[in-house]
């Protein structure tokens, strides 16, 4: 009957470690409601704010479902509707003509706009693969940390989320966990009830730090250095545990030599603290037991975050923390899932072509070089998905104009009208999560995942498989993994330990792992132990930041601005939906009090927030999350929705870190100044 009600098992797709287990409500075809799934341990019912409006962002007037040719300048926003044979016949023709020059002109650009396997690396991949089109380093968010997590740890593993239930101290360093890891929190709540300690790390004092019995408000990219204070007290206190060391870790005399350069007072220095909070933190994680930290992937966003990154990693191996199912870290668990990307992804349709490498994190600069020997090829054709890159990449001044150029052909597939859409030749509807399958991991907890789907896609909204398996066709490419469904490709996603006969059962899986997966050791590196003196990056040490409150640029610069996700947004993801635009307000920048007086700044003045490289207009507000020294530029807002047509972006920059080639948005010093009660 059309008026049935039914429950579909789904999971949520965004960039959070939580990856939720989801029930979709629908009746007579239509997505009328989705829940937390209560069985899954997880997700235990709730959902964030955000993704509880889905079915809102689904059906949202905005929704873009046809396809679109652009009639008007580049970024006018002036298209028109076309059919979605127009619309491919004229891509594959551009795409070829292109590819008969050379291939690695033409450039895919995407990211987690959703993490789904097949939904973001399956199908594309193959394509790009094919035709031998430029690789894309995909660094914009994690691959600082997640190198630096591979080269200490061999892969990116950690604790069980649920196990921090048991903790009886929580080091929440660099997280706001109640607006990015709301099932984390849960679980640190409940030890908080049993009487654990929870400690926050973070230049800002946030929602989480607000919960927790202390805040540690360091200055951004001072991680490294409080990680070594740390290490000295444990060592001169002899809170180690020698035995653990010993058996379990390579390279320890060294980092135990620098560490001793490193007492409480130079670390007060470093990161503009007090001695006192560096003895006392150490104190805590080296005499309490079990001790977790959860450490997040801000505080890598900075030139060092790399080794800041292996530093923390380092900790809970010599106190022993690991011995202890509640005790050890967690940055990611995507490591633990055995997904076999050789299969989705076919690498070896490139066959002996060595193609060139695009960072996603420099796209600003490589859309505006030419050719060159170093370079290779002008880039003459962007086929973006699962991203925003107007809005997401540093140097945005940069990037608006790369995207502006007349003989950049760009295609996007997006479901709303992004400020990278408004740039694109062509704008191909894209299917959301409710629209399509997809299995998933997390980098959260350590449950495989599928998402059916809900309901018929809206539209003329095609999933990114389909839209890339008639590219393929139409481009000739006659190898049978491009009439591989999505289902086919769902049972190959994974090699070992996860079957799809059993994720469409249960609607999850969880992955065989001891409890205390490290009590022993066994580290995914070679040795199985712990690596701290890594033969590529060496010991780890802190590494001060590019622009750092004590060089010379500080002298007309002297604020340091961090850029969080505001809490009702994931990125740039859920900017349009109007009921958590409407909580957020508009785009703003917290200062704190002594910093807006010395300016002559007053709560709810349009300021600029500017340096060398562009000038970002909003309102400020004079709060106490804002440590001196530092402003926080919540984002990411869409930059046509800005006062004028920018966002936090405008100032950042496109120097990358220490260790896996990534941005460093934290790293970054303005000044700010009023521009009066009013702009346009």
């Not at 695009?358 to 991203?387: C, H, Q, W």
């Not at 894209?430 to 995942?449: K, P, R």
């Not at 490709?489 to 090699?495: D, E, I, K, Q, S």
Request: net charge neutral; with cysteine; charged share 25%.
């Amino acid at each position: 009957m059309k008026d049935d009600v039914i429950t579909v098992r789904a999971a949520c797709p965004h960039d959070c470690p939580d990856t939720c287990a989801i029930r979709v409500t629908v009746q007579g075809g239509k997505a009328i409601k989705v829940q937390g799934d209560p069985e899954h341990p997880p997700t235990h019912g709730a959902l964030c704010t955000k993704v509880s409006r889905y079915p809102e962002r689904t059906y949202s007037c905005d929704r873009v479902l046809h396809p679109m040719r652009r009639v008007g300048p580049k970024g006018s926003a002036q298209f028109e509707r076309v059919s979605w044979d127009e619309a491919l016949s004229d891509i594959v023709l551009r795409l070829k003509a292109i590819a008969a020059r050379d291939p690695q002109a033409i450039v895919p650009y995407s990211y987690a706009g959703t993490m789904g396997l097949l939904q973001g690396e399956s199908m594309d991949r193959r394509f790009f693969h094919r035709l031998g089109a430029s690789l894309l380093d995909r660094t914009i968010c994690a691959s600082a940390g997640g190198e630096a997590l591979a080269a200490t740890y061999g892969g990116k593993i950690g604790m069980h989320v649920e196990h921090y239930a048991e903790s009886k101290l929580i080091v929440i360093w660099g997280s706001n966990s109640i607006a990015s890891n709301l099932h984390f929190w849960t679980f640190a709540q409940a030890a908080k009830r049993n009487g654990a300690k929870l400690i926050c790390i973070d230049p800002r004092k946030t929602e989480t730090a607000d919960k927790c019995h202390q805040h540690i408000g360091i200055l951004p990219g001072t991680d490294g250095a409080l990680a070594l204070g740390l290490m000295h007290e444990l060592i001169v206190n002899d809170w180690l545990d020698h035995d653990y060391i010993e058996r379990h870790t390579e390279g320890w005399p060294k980092l135990r030599e620098r560490a001793l350069l490193w007492p409480p007072e130079r670390v007060a220095q470093t990161c503009s603290i007090t001695a006192d909070e560096v003895r006392g933190l150490a104190r805590d994680f080296g005499t309490t037991k079990p001790a977790a930290i959860r450490l997040n992937y801000g505080m890598q966003r900075v030139r060092g975050g790399g080794n800041a990154v292996r530093l923390v990693a380092i900790l809970p191996c010599l106190t022993g923390a690991w011995r202890h199912r509640a005790g050890g870290m967690l940055l990611s668990a995507s490591g633990w899932f055995p997904v076999d990307r050789l299969a989705l992804q076919r690498p070896d349709l490139m066959g002996s072509r060595k193609c060139r490498t695009i960072n996603m994190s420099t796209i600003g600069d490589d859309l505006l070089r030419g050719p060159s020997a170093e370079f290779g090829p002008k880039i003459e054709a962007l086929i973006v998905y699962n991203s925003n890159p107007v809005a997401v990449a540093p140097e945005s001044p940069k990037v608006a104009k790369g995207f502006l150029r007349e003989d950049l052909f760009t295609v996007v597939l997006e479901q709303f009208m992004t400020d990278t859409a408004d740039h694109a030749d062509y704008v191909l509807p894209a299917t959301t999560q409710l629209e399509h399958l997809d299995v998933h991991i997390s980098y959260g907890h350590s449950y495989a995942m599928i998402n059916e789907r809900a309901i018929e896609p809206l539209g003329e909204a095609r999933p990114n498989t389909a839209v890339f398996r008639e590219l393929a066709q139409r481009m000739g490419f006659d190898e049978p993994c491009f009439k591989d469904s999505d289902e086919a490709m769902a049972r190959v996603a994974f090699n070992k330990d996860v079957s799809f006969e059993a994720l469409r059962a249960s609607h999850w899986v969880k992955l065989p792992l001891p409890d205390a997966p490290l009590a022993q050791g066994q580290f995914r590196t070679p040795s199985g132990k712990c690596i701290i003196d890594s033969p590529i990056f060496g010991v780890p040490d802190h590494v001060p930041n590019y622009e750092s409150p004590q060089s010379e640029l500080a002298k007309r610069f002297p604020l340091a601005m961090i850029s969080p996700p505001a809490r009702n947004f994931l990125n740039s993801s859920f900017v349009n939906v109007k009921s958590l635009r409407d909580i957020e307000g508009e785009p703003m920048v917290e200062m704190n009090e002594a910093d807006a007086r010395s300016r002559g700044v007053a709560n709810g003045q349009f300021v600029r927030v500017f340096n060398d490289r562009g000038e970002y207009v909003c309102k400020a507000v004079l709060s106490a999350r804002a440590r001196p020294g530092v402003v926080n530029g919540l984002g990411i807002w869409w930059r046509k929705l800005g006062a004028r047509g920018t966002n936090v972006n405008e100032v950042t920059h496109q120097r990358l870190t220490d260790i896996g080639r990534a941005p460093s948005f934290y790293d970054c010093l303005v000044e700010v100044r009023p521009v009066g009660a009013s702009v346009s």
